[in-house]
């Protein structure tokens, strides 16, 4: 059974930093691909950020390039989401997704097979 756990959030003043991780329990974490999206209140889900299967390839919204940094330790199964320079705007749930052996298309929700629960980040100015 697949789990998807996030940790990390926080409010924070614009500027600061904050790094979100994803804790996966998953049948072969190095054989799955992970993406982090975000949803405000009011708005749909945003794609933020995404990195292969692989590690060799990572996708970003033009909105957090570079300002977030999306990276996995195989070791630990855990995902992280780096986010720096934060702003009003970045106020959101975040969310981690899985997919397996995903290469392409990682910025489209429905890419995904699994979907964590989500941490709160509030950023205020």
């Known amino acids: 059974q697949v789990a998807l756990v996030e940790s990390g959030g926080g409010e924070v003043q614009a500027g600061e930093s904050l790094r979100l991780s994803c804790a996966a329990s998953?049948?072969?974490?190095?054989?799955?691909?992970f993406g982090w999206f975000r949803q405000a209140p009011g708005k749909g889900r945003e794609f933020v950020a995404a990195?292969?299967?692989?590690?060799?390839?990572?996708y970003y919204a033009d909105s957090v390039k570079g300002r977030f940094t999306i990276s996995r330790d195989n070791a630990k199964s855990t995902v992280y989401l780096q986010m720096n320079s934060l702003r009003p705007e970045d106020t959101a749930t975040y969310s981690c997704?899985?997919?397996?052996?995903?290469?392409?298309?990682?910025?489209?929700?429905?890419?995904?097979?699994?979907w964590g629960k989500g941490t709160q980040v509030t950023v205020s100015s």
């Open positions: 997704a899985a997919a397996v052996a995903g290469e392409y298309g990682l910025e489209y929700a429905t890419r995904y097979d699994d």
């Open positions: 990195l292969s299967w692989r590690g060799d390839s990572t």
């Open positions: 998953v049948r072969a974490f190095s054989d799955t691909a």
